[in-house]
């Protein structure tokens, strides 16, 4: 039976190389791949009448021997009249996909060499379906009828069609349906889960203050990260998850726990008070729970865009991002955290990037998408294999299957049913079609959802539902596969620096390099900073290098910067120079006073630095030209100086942080002139004093003289009357 099987893969493998086309048994299809109705990737109207068929549901999801498979959907009147006598029917064929490439091609409408028929007796529809309704529909077959083959694991082509009332086609859904002939029939795929936990970063350099209050729609029941959590919690022992946290994401759930604020300018002005959120609180304390004792793995803050950061040389944010992830992330949870798997952005890096993750992170794996890099298989799809870094470091890899990672992508939440449907069943064919290519070969898979994945709690229960009851997967944790993927030797290499699509731009990172300057300059200029204010500025500058900013939220990482930047360069300026235009020294040496006015609401610590002209007969002597200012406070400190020439020249006065970093928007040039009016003065003062000390000795001695005749002449008056 294999020998028989493996030569009709080859005959149609021949007919497909040749392109020879089958014509398709009545009856006929009609398939515009222009025409793609919002409700399927694979629903086509017929003509230009906008009647169209979904499939929502096939129970059960792949068929054995003996079983009945019903399929469930709906037909949607969207023609602008009523219509009657519509039939639904089921088609499939004998023949199965030789391999994933024919199963793209059949679903983007292309029926080449499947020769589909009718199945089971259909659905007509009684009465009238009146324009603009949708009504439910279901119908069955057997899979002994359908003539499925008795062994092999393969993938059927399943279709449903809907007739008009004179039995015309007016439109086709496509689906796919496994067939799993009993045990043995394959050796399971060990599959592994990466169950992201990763939301856009709302926090800034406001404290207390996020963006937007998006997460507390997400936290609260129904939402996408509660989804995320309620469901992957119910399944993560039995499918052995591995969660894929953010920082950054605990971190603005932790402020949500207490009284935060929304919103607001770049002086942090304007912004709505939010009551602390009882959600927030409660999905952070579940996660506490959950990862206590399942296998985790931590982002650099913000789900930092290492790639683009490598490419932009921007290695100091790369280890802010490390290391405030590590501490965020421990802190929040309670428990240490790994960054030893790395999860790149998108799933795409190149050797340099991968070097960083080395050696910022301390990765020892990486997840990439299949596409990255072959399969360590040769033909067959298998997720484990190694490469080097640019620093020549073996890398294990894990290949995160890109099919699946893009067919879990196409639907959301708010997907009509029949578009979650198809990513359900996507997903479960495709994992049909790996093993049926080589069912005796012991291979792996890893499954890795976009990292801001929105599935319906109704999709995410039934992927991790099939995982670990469908015969042909076997769960395993990623841990697991990535220690075998260490031990691999480097079969390829990844390119050494190649700009992955959607990646931050240079324009971006420059940008982020000259904030993250000004935010250097800022926490220099603080005195004493303490731990959570250096946090909070580099938690501020790190959330604008999120990958998030790729693509479609490209605006508002620019707003992101643009703000950060605003309050960073508002806020050093509030620390100005206080001085007059004019000093007048009344000599060759003296003093003048430069006050430094701090309006900040924090305590800052500057140096006064002045320098005069180039050239000229002024110095400025020693004094302690770092000084503290307290919030909105003055400080002053006197500068001395010396002239050996009676002239006028200018100064420089600037101020400067701690480490010698200036303060331009301080710089005043002043103007010094030295007079000999102080001498002069002096001597004046010196020869009126020796003047009134002579004329006060003069007066003194005319007294003394003026009183010693009249006492004579007193004498001699008393004198002469004796006698």
């Not at 793995?297 to 490419?311: E, F, G, K, N």
């Not at 955290?337 to 960083?356: F, Q, R």
């Not at 938690?539 to 290098?545: G, K, L, P, R």
């Amino acid at each position: 039976m294999q020998s028989v099987r493996t030569l009709v893969r080859t005959l149609i493998a021949v007919f497909l190389a040749t392109g020879w086309t089958v014509v398709l048994a009545a009856p006929a299809v009609r398939a515009d791949a222009q025409e793609v109705h919002k409700q399927s990737a694979r629903t086509y109207a017929a003509g230009s009448g906008q009647l169209t068929v979904s499939i929502d549901q096939v129970s059960p999801s792949y068929a054995t021997p003996n079983a009945t498979i019903t399929v469930h959907g709906t037909v949607t009147n969207d023609t602008g009249s009523s219509l009657t006598g519509l039939q639904v029917q089921l088609l499939s064929s004998g023949q199965y996909f030789v391999g994933r490439s024919d199963m793209d091609s059949y679903a983007a409408g292309h029926d080449t060499l499947l020769d589909l028929y009718q199945e089971g007796n259909g659905f007509s529809f009684s009465g009238t379906l009146h324009s603009q309704t949708t009504a439910r529909w279901s119908a069955s077959f057997t899979a002994s009828s359908a003539g499925y083959p008795g062994s092999g694991l393969v993938v059927f082509p399943l279709a449903a069609q809907v007739l008009y009332g004179d039995g015309a086609p007016a439109a086709i859904d496509r689906t796919f349906l496994p067939y799993w002939p009993g045990s043995g029939a394959a050796t399971p795929l060990s599959v592994a889960w990466v169950w992201p936990l990763i939301d856009t970063p709302q926090q800034g350099i406001c404290p207390a203050t996020l963006a937007t209050n998006s997460l507390a729609t997400s936290f609260s029941t129904g939402g996408r990260l509660d989804t995320l959590l309620s469901v992957g919690s119910q399944w993560a022992q039995q499918d052995h998850l591995t969660w894929a946290v953010d920082p950054a994401l605990l971190s603005d759930a932790n402020v949500m726990t207490r009284s935060y604020e929304v919103g607001g300018d770049a002086s942090c002005l304007d912004r709505k008070k939010e009551p602390a959120s009882s959600a927030a609180s409660s999905w952070l304390s579940s996660l506490r729970d959950t990862t206590a004792a399942e296998p985790m793995l931590v982002t650099p803050y913000a789900d930092a865009d290492i790639a683009a950061l490598t490419r932009a040389g921007l290695d100091q944010n790369m280890r802010t991002a490390y290391r405030l992830g590590d501490s965020v992330a421990s802190q929040v949870l309670s428990h240490p955290v790994s960054t030893a798997i790395a999860l790149p952005a998108g799933g795409t890096a190149d050797a340099s990037a991968l070097t960083s993750f080395v050696r910022y992170g301390g990765a020892a794996t990486v997840v990439l998408n299949s596409g990255e890099l072959p399969s360590n298989d040769g033909p067959y799809d298998n997720a484990l294999n190694a490469t080097k870094t640019q620093s020549g470091t073996t890398m294990g890899v894990l290949l995160a299957d890109s099919a699946i990672t893009s067919a879990l992508g196409s639907a959301s939440a708010s997907s009509p049913a029949g578009t979650q449907f198809d990513a359900e069943q996507d997903f479960l064919a495709q994992t049909a079609m790996i093993l049926a290519e080589g069912p005796n070969l012991q291979r792996s898979l890893v499954i890795a959802p976009p990292q801001r994945w929105d599935p319906s709690a109704a999709e995410a229960e039934a992927l991790l539902s099939l995982t670990s009851t469908v015969p042909w997967l076997h769960p395993t944790d990623l841990s697991t596969l990535a220690t075998a993927a260490n031990h691999l030797t480097t079969q390829a290499a990844l390119p050494a620096s190649q700009p992955a699509s959607g990646e931050l731009g240079s324009d971006y990172t420059s940008q982020i390099a000259a904030v993250g300057e000004t935010a250097a300059v800022y926490k220099d200029l603080l005195y004493q900073p303490s731990a959570g204010t250096l946090n909070t500025i580099n938690e501020a500058v790190t959330a604008t290098t999120s990958a998030a900013w790729r693509g479609a939220g490209a605006s508002a990482g620019w707003l992101a910067l643009r703000k950060l930047g605003s309050f960073l360069v508002t806020s050093e300026k509030k620390v100005q120079i206080i001085t007059g235009k004019k000093i007048l020294l009344g000599g060759s040496s003296g003093t003048t006073p430069v006050s430094v006015q701090n309006l900040l609401p924090v305590e800052v610590q500057v140096r006064v630095v002045a320098t005069p002209a180039a050239g000229g007969q002024l110095t400025v002597g020693k004094f302690k030209d770092l000084i503290p200012v307290p919030s909105m406070k003055t400080a002053t400190v006197r500068v001395p100086l010396h002239t050996s020439a009676i002239s006028t020249t200018t100064m420089q006065l600037q101020l400067q942080t701690e480490d010698g970093s200036p303060l331009t928007w301080t710089s005043q040039s002043l103007s010094v002139q030295a007079t000999r009016y102080g001498r002069a003065l002096l001597i004046l003062i010196a020869a009126a004093l020796g003047v009134l000390v002579l004329a006060s000795g003069a007066r003194w001695a005319r007294r003394r003289l003026t009183g010693g005749r009249a006492q004579d002449s007193g004498a001699q008056g008393r004198s002469g009357g004796t006698g």
